[in-house]
């Protein structure tokens, strides 16, 4: 059965620190892979996604995100963050055409100044 | 502007009650969504619809009920059965077209029972 595993339940960055979020994630077929974000009772906005193609894809707000498939991860990383990237942060896996998707626990970030 | 909808925002129910979440999309998307959160537990599907008029359970269907009788609407009913139905609920929708199918997701709404 498909799963993802974000091991860090909570993690805190200095503002204008690097940042990376681990994910780690069990899927039988080629996974199509995606990193949303969520500010306290507020729904889910995606921040990037990977299909295909270049294995480091690039998302809003200055995200980006490496597959490897060798580890089966998809880390998320930003080189500065910002006060306003506090948030709670789900990496999913799917399959292409229908998107029944898998969610991790999801990783929350705090920014400290 | 295109997006998905949710009401009411906050939701109490007394125990017994059941409850109808609402979702709306104007996104023309195929598929829709109904997932339940709780704290440490990430995200869990509780029904999906594909096409109007039809319907498949999630994870954790027990307790709820949904119908698909408009493309754009997708309402959920958390009925007197679901033991513990106090949870933030999310909605979702995605096109089923082409190969680049992502879900959006609505603002929520939190469910309280007293």
């Known amino acids: 059965a498909q799963s993802v595993t974000q091991p860090d339940i909570h993690i805190t960055v200095s503002e204008g620190a690097s940042l990376e979020l681990r994910c780690n994630y069990s899927?039988?077929?080629?996974?199509?892979l995606f990193w949303y974000v969520q500010s306290p009772g507020q729904g889910l906005q995606l921040l990037l996604k990977?299909?295909?193609?270049?294995?480091l894809v690039q998302g809003i707000k200055g995200f980006e995100a490496e597959f490897k498939r060798s580890q089966s991860s998809f880390n998320l990383r930003k080189p500065s963050v910002h006060w306003s990237d506090a948030a709670e942060y789900f990496c999913a896996v799917g399959a292409r055409g229908f998107q029944k998707l898998v969610f991790g626990t999801g990783t929350r970030l705090l920014v400290s100044p | 502007d295109g997006g998905i909808t949710q009401s009411p925002k906050y939701l109490f129910r007394k125990e017994g009650q059941n409850v109808t979440l609402s979702c709306e999309q104007n996104?023309?998307?195929?598929?829709m969504y109904w997932y339940r959160q709780d704290p440490g537990q990430g995200l869990r599907l509780i029904y999906y619809s594909q096409i109007v008029n039809d319907f498949q359970k999630g994870d954790i269907a027990e307790g709820y009920s949904v119908s698909r009788e408009k493309k754009e609407s997708f309402p959920l009913t958390v009925t007197s059965a679901q033991k513990n139905p106090t949870a933030f609920y999310l909605c979702?929708?995605?096109?089923?077209?082409?190969?680049?199918?992502?879900?959006?997701f609505g603002p929520g709404t939190r469910l309280t029972v007293l």
């Open positions: 899927y039988g077929a080629t996974p199509y």
């Open positions: 996104l023309n998307h195929d598929a």
């Open positions: 979702a929708s995605s096109s089923l077209q082409g190969s680049t199918d992502t879900q959006y």
């Open positions: 990977y299909f295909s193609g270049d294995t």
